[in-house]
């Protein structure tokens, strides 16, 4: 479930009088703006930069945004900026992922709605036809789709590394528990039969979710890296010429930066701040020759 924050946004977002192709860059502006954050909602959105045939439509038509919008979002991308890695922090968000709450379930959120919109984009678009057309967008959407549910995985199974995470902390509150039941059973006979359990299967409970979330963490440090890596690759299978490129690169863009602002939201130390500043440095160079 989203936050209310992001609800708001989406609501708005669907509210907007436009077709599947427009609601699905909105949705790839507002990623980027919580993730890359190198420009606002409304420059975020691709247009053309060229071309005098669509000199009156180098836009997309996505109706009037309210500007209580961009106020609400700006206000809410600040959130996402986490400058000082503190443990209370990693631990707060990592509880907030395993209720399915917080940045992270957000940020897999946003993916959804892009992948929902994205997949629903068939034959005529009743606002942005001209522009679909133009670029070809039929021809590259399963590139694109592709692409998007990779990093969707990513998310998921971040979320499922701030489970057993969880998992392990419970399990460890039963050892805990049991233990003190052990020692109180000295008069009743009771609290050694509840104790007992807890104690034996709290400490089997740890030592599983301890032995997988530890497995899952270096599996996704494995996987970011290629993310990351991959956009060298997409370059020659969706960019094409000058005109299209905005539309093709604006989609990929945030989506790495996807995978750097949630481990951000995870980093408990100076060590793992300075890895992801590198790889946020990384795709920073890598996008420059775009200009987007």
């Not at 000199?55 to 180098?58: A, Q, T, V, Y």
């Given at each position: 479930?989203?936050?209310n924050?992001?609800?708001?946004l ?9 077709d599947h ?7 790839v502006?507002l990623l980027?703006?919580l993730?890359a ?7 975020g959105?691709p247009?053309y ?5 669509f000199?009156?439509?180098?836009h ?11 106020q609400q ?6 959130e996402?900026?986490?400058?000082q890695p503190?443990?209370?922090k ?9 209720v ?7 940020l897999?959120y946003?993916?959804d ?9 068939q ?21 694109l789709?592709?692409?998007i ?5 990513f998310n ?19 050892v805990?528990?049991?233990?003190v039941?052990?020692?109180?059973s ?5 609290p ?13 409970g740890?030592?599983h ?5 530890k497995?899952?963490a270096e599996?996704l440090?494995t996987?970011?890296k290629?993310?990351?890596?991959k956009?060298?690759l ?7 010429d000058?005109?299209?490129?905005a539309?093709?690169a ?7 930066y996807t ?6 939201q995870?980093m408990?130390?100076?060590s793992?701040?300075k ?13 420059i020759?775009?200009?987007?």
């Open positions: 479930m989203p936050s924050q992001l609800d708001q989406c609501q708005q977002i669907e509210k907007q009088k436009t192709f427009g609601k699905f860059y909105m949705y502006s980027n703006t993730t954050r190198n420009k606002t909602f409304a420059d959105l247009k930069a060229t071309g005098s045939m000199w009156r439509k180098n997309l038509n996505i109706g009037e945004i309210p500007i209580g919008f961009t979002l700006d206000s809410y991308a600040r996402f900026i986490n400058l503190h443990w209370s990693t631990l707060h968000h990592i509880v907030m992922a395993y399915r709450k917080g940045k992270i379930t957000d897999a946003i993916i709605q892009m992948l929902s919109h994205l997949m629903s984009i034959g005529h678009q009743s606002h942005n036809q001209d522009i679909f057309e133009y670029i070809s967008f039929e021809k590259k959407k399963k590139g789709i592709d692409f549910q990779q990093v969707s995985t998921r199974q971040l979320l499922s590394v701030a489970d057993n995470g969880c998992n392990t902390a419970l399990s460890l509150l039963a805990t528990t049991g233990f039941l052990v020692l109180a000295i008069a009743s006979i009771i050694l039969i509840i104790g007992l359990p807890l104690v034996f299967g709290g400490a089997y740890a030592y979710f301890a032995t997988k979330a497995a899952q599996q440090e996987q970011m290629q993310v990351i890596e956009i060298s997409l370059q020659g299978d969706l960019f094409g000058k005109n299209s490129v539309f093709y604006a989609a990929v863009k945030p989506l790495p995978v750097v602002t949630a481990g951000e995870l408990f130390d100076e793992q701040q890895t992801l500043k590198g790889y946020r440095d990384t795709l920073d160079n890598t996008f020759p775009f200009s987007i």
